[in-house]
């Protein structure tokens, strides 16, 4: 009765003008920035967190989550009509999405694509209201011990599951995990790694580091691509037909529930929730033929799934303070820089503020309808802006975005350094995703380990005997094993027969 | 033998040694009477500890790989020369002429012309319209920067530097 009453509260804060305005330019904001290939959810998610530091905590959490569901839901576009996803979330759409538009479909697979987005965005939040405070209850019974293997298994989730090589993944989330502790430890305030700087004893910042990371790295990754010419060819209707929506309800159903899952797990975002929900559909469907060469069954299932993560993802950020998604993961920073504490706590304390984000999404979630359906072909035009003009642009939005957090010019330089590393490292074949994941919790692990060493002092069996941290130190043990060459031909023997 | 892997695995195990040594010759602050578990080193010390095994198993790894392309992306022509320019220009804009006394708008101004011209320049000369692209690129440079200087001064009430 209480989240009813607390549902309720949100939505009536929200039918105000200027809210409905915030929300609907943010959306269309994140769409277009979704929509142009090199800008990420991430990047949006986190220019967006610098611009809106001054505004109230409630109308800047806003905008936030509007541009994070726009920016999802806008590289869909790009992957429909142009063969490139506007997001590495969309990367899916492309398959079947673009031979749709191949065939003179392209209105049609829009309008399907708006639909699968906007049903499994309305998923994900009934879950994200229905399981986030149960989660935080669940949380509450958590100590130094369980947060600890918590922010282990994050990282090392993220590092398994993103990019090709668990190891090179597990190393970027130990450097992030490294770079979180430079600055002035939070427990006895002695300088890091600060080499008697008063700038570093700041510590490096998050934000700066992850405009750098998807900002700046990027804007480098796209300026050595060769130009693309953007080719918008005509648009048919875009209004989707009730018939495809009644016939793939199964679909529809079994990739929010694939989605909301895989947001839920740490650090592995949208795009492995796209190509999850994108696998599952095929191997249910009868038309397996079909698939890659048009499938509607297939487009549908690729956004509902990766819209679905984005409540799911902020389902643990919320409930655990472990965000879902790298784009979470800012939001994250930006709660907390707004004065909102993530975590168990957060329904002890400002149990309001969940309910605030569900009906925030909610109402993002009307905006792709409204925009996915009315505003098509207006929107297009921003691809033939070319990226030579784009590029310099979005770098200068990132240096004041750094900028403007501490008015320090030392964050433009973190923003520069994290963003050259990123950019060199992503060559080599080391994701960012777990970079960022061990940015994020490097904080709750370093802390937890040392208050949990405390607590039991010196012994490390109750990191080991302790209920669930049992159950997370198994996990983390599994992701070790399965690297195991001996482990992996098991298993893959296993599955031959 | 993947040679580039074990390049970065050498460059790893490195980093972690110099996070380890560091931190084992952190001040453990026993002096103040604080347990030695939450001693400010201790973190980073497993961190490093974790690098450097993590490392190890990358140089396995790298040396039992059968011999195949080196390259993680596959190779683009010029990526890397015009990588470089646009990193070149971005680190002049950002690390060196900025925060000098030149106000930022004129500063975003020439770094986006600059920056587009460059990138544009051969494109424009190909297809006769130099001059006309030089005097768009000039417009939008003005009127991006000026727009987001007024933004972040006047609306967002950051003083730039």
Not at chain 1, 98 to 103: C, K
Not at chain 1, 145 to 154: A, T
Not at chain 1, 319 to 339: C, E, K, N, Q
Not at chain 2, 23 to 48: C, H, N, Q, Y
């Amino acid at each position: 009765m209480d989240g009813l009453n607390h549902l309720g509260a949100a939505l009536a804060a929200l039918a105000g003008p200027w809210q409905i305005a915030y929300a609907l330019s943010a959306t269309l904001a994140g769409i277009v920035i979704g929509l142009l290939p090199g800008l990420s959810a991430t990047l949006g998610v986190a220019l967006f967190t610098t611009l809106t530091l001054k505004m109230a905590p409630a109308d800047a959490i806003l905008v936030l989550v509007c541009v994070y569901v726009g920016a999802i839901y806008g590289g869909s576009r790009t992957a429909i009509l142009l063969n490139i996803p506007g997001t590495a979330a969309n990367a899916a759409a492309c398959l079947d999405g673009h031979m749709l538009a191949r065939q003179g479909q392209a209105g049609r697979a829009m309008g399907i694509a708006t639909t699968g987005s906007v049903a499994g965005s309305l998923f994900g939040v009934l879950c994200l209201a229905m399981f986030t405070p149960l989660l935080a209850e669940t949380a509450l019974k958590f100590g130094a011990f369980e947060f600890f293997w918590l922010g282990m298994v994050g990282v090392m989730m993220s590092g398994t599951l993103t990019g090709s090589n668990p190891i090179k993944g597990w190393l970027m989330g130990l450097l992030g995990i490294f770079v979180a502790t430079i600055g002035l430890d939070p427990v006895h305030a002695h300088p890091r790694f600060t080499f008697d700087n008063n700038e570093i004893s700041g510590g490096i910042g998050l934000i700066p580091a992850l405009v750098g990371a998807f900002g700046f790295a990027e804007v480098l990754t796209v300026m050595s691509q060769t130009k693309l010419k953007a080719v918008v060819s005509s648009v048919d209707s875009v209004l989707p037909k009730i018939a495809d929506l009644l016939r793939y309800w199964r679909t529809i159903i079994r990739s929010g529930l694939i989605g909301v899952f895989v947001g839920i797990l740490p650090g592995v975002g949208e795009d492995m929730a796209a190509w999850s929900s994108y696998a599952a559909a095929k191997r249910a469907s009868k038309e397996r033929e079909k698939f890659g060469k048009g499938s509607v069954d297939g487009l549908i299932a690729a956004e509902t799934g990766d819209n679905a993560a984005i409540p799911g993802a902020l389902i643990p950020a919320l409930a655990l303070g472990i965000p879902g998604s790298a784009p979470a993961a800012v939001l994250m920073a930006a709660m907390i820089i707004h004065g909102a504490q993530p975590g168990p706590m957060l329904m002890v304390n400002q149990p309001q503020f969940i309910y605030d984000v569900v009906g925030i999404t909610l109402l993002a979630t009307l905006g792709i309808l409204v925009f996915g359906l009315v505003l098509v072909r207006p929107i297009l035009w921003v691809l033939r802006v070319p990226r030579d003009i784009i590029m310099p642009i979005v770098f200068v939005l990132c240096v004041l975005g750094s900028y403007s957090i501490t008015q320090r010019l030392f964050d433009v330089w973190v923003m520069l350094g994290v963003g050259i590393a990123c950019f060199w490292l992503r060559r080599r074949g080391f994701p960012v995703a777990p970079f960022v994941l061990g940015l994020v919790l490097g904080d709750i692990v370093d802390k937890s380990l040392r208050r949990g060493l405390v607590l039991s002092d010196g012994s490390l069996l109750p990191f080991f005997t302790r209920p669930i941290s049992a159950a997370l130190a198994a996990l983390v043990l599994v992701m070790l094993l399965m690297q195991v060459p001996m482990v992996k031909r098991w298993f893959a023997r296993r599955n031959k027969t | 033998m993947r040679r580039g892997d074990l390049l970065d695995a050498g460059v790893f195990a490195a980093a972690g040694a110099a996070i380890l040594v560091a931190s084992l010759r952190m001040d453990r602050l026993t002096d103040r009477g604080i347990e030695a578990w939450s001693a400010p080193g201790l973190t980073p010390g497993v961190v490093g500890a974790l690098i450097i095994v993590l490392s190890l198993v990358l140089v396995w790894q790298a040396v039992r790989a059968p011999a195949q392309a080196e390259a993680d992306e596959p190779a683009v022509p010029g990526a890397m020369r015009r990588a470089g320019l646009a990193l070149l220009l971005c680190v002049v804009f950002a690390g060196i002429t900025l925060g000098h006394g030149t106000p930022f708008v004129i500063e975003g101004a020439v770094f986006i012309f600059v920056f587009t011209t460059l990138f544009s320049w051969t494109e424009w000369r190909a297809a006769g319209r130099a001059a006309r692209g030089l005097a768009q690129t000039l417009a939008v440079a003005i009127a991006a920067s000026a727009f987001i200087s007024w933004l972040f001064e006047s609306v967002f009430l950051v003083r730039l530097p």
